[in-house]
């Protein structure tokens, strides 16, 4: 199956700053990526999708000011969580796919905001 | 809306029991069916699919048959290792009109094998 890298795999960072968390498409070209977010235990919620080239669908009840999704090329989406606070705390996890393909997932990044 | 409702868990088994994990779906038209499967502190990889009715999913020794009169995709395996420890994650999607498949998730159910 294709590969879908995320980077980093952990990020600690202090309340106020920002984030941003890396996903790429390693063997093929991804026309839209996902992002979701994963709380404890619990299954996964789409935040958002991203076309490239193309500004990303927010789903309802995600800040799209909060979590910047940029899709620059078909291989790289990056989201930016700003001035993250401790209930920002998640694991994040990106999708990458092409028309009528299977979603391909990321390893997923912890994130953890003190 | 659509939805994927999944047995709740956790399911803990013996080393080569039998393992079901059921899954039933709600949508309006014919989805494709998916299982992923997610190791601790890892993303989700595909197990299995099935994209119409009828149609079973093979993939490790796991199965699941898409069954549209039940609207269920019960998750099988004749006999559990301890690797299978995981959480599973039974899910639909559609196409849209950009040809991408949006994922409905159920909840998960974590499985526990012990030897």
């Known amino acids: 199956g294709a590969v879908v890298s995320q980077h980093p795999s952990r990020v600690i960072c202090k309340s106020g700053t920002s984030v941003k968390i890396e996903c790429r498409s390693l063997d093929f070209q991804a026309t839209t990526m996902f992002w979701y977010r994963q709380f404890p235990k619990q299954s996964l919620m789409l935040m958002a999708t991203s076309n490239e080239g193309s500004k990303a669908t927010y789903e309802q009840g995600v800040e799209k000011d909060k979590f910047l999704i940029n899709h620059a090329s078909l291989t790289l989406s990056t989201l930016t969580v700003t001035s993250a606070h401790p209930e920002d705390s998640s694991f994040y996890i990106c999708?990458?796919?092409?028309?009528?393909?299977?979603?391909?997932f990321g390893p997923g990044t912890r994130l953890l905001v003190l | 809306g659509d939805s994927v409702t999944q047995m709740e868990g956790p399911v803990t088994l013996s080393e080569e029991a039998f393992l079901t994990i059921n899954c039933t779906y709600t949508a309006t038209g014919y989805p494709s069916l998916f299982w992923y499967v997610q190791y601790p502190g890892e993303g989700l990889q595909l197990l299995l699919k099935a994209t119409k009715a009828d149609d079973k999913g093979s993939n490790k020794g796991f199965e699941a048959t898409y069954r549209k009169e039940t609207t269920s995709f019960h998750l099988e395996k004749g006999s559990v290792q301890v690797s299978d420890s995981a959480v599973y994650f039974c899910?639909?999607?559609?196409?849209?009109?950009?040809?991408?498949?949006?994922?409905?998730f159920g909840a998960g159910t974590r499985l526990a094998v012990h030897p």
């Open positions: 999708s990458a796919t092409r028309p009528k393909e299977t979603q391909y």
């Open positions: 899910a639909l999607s559609f196409l849209n009109y950009g040809g991408y498949n949006k994922l409905i």
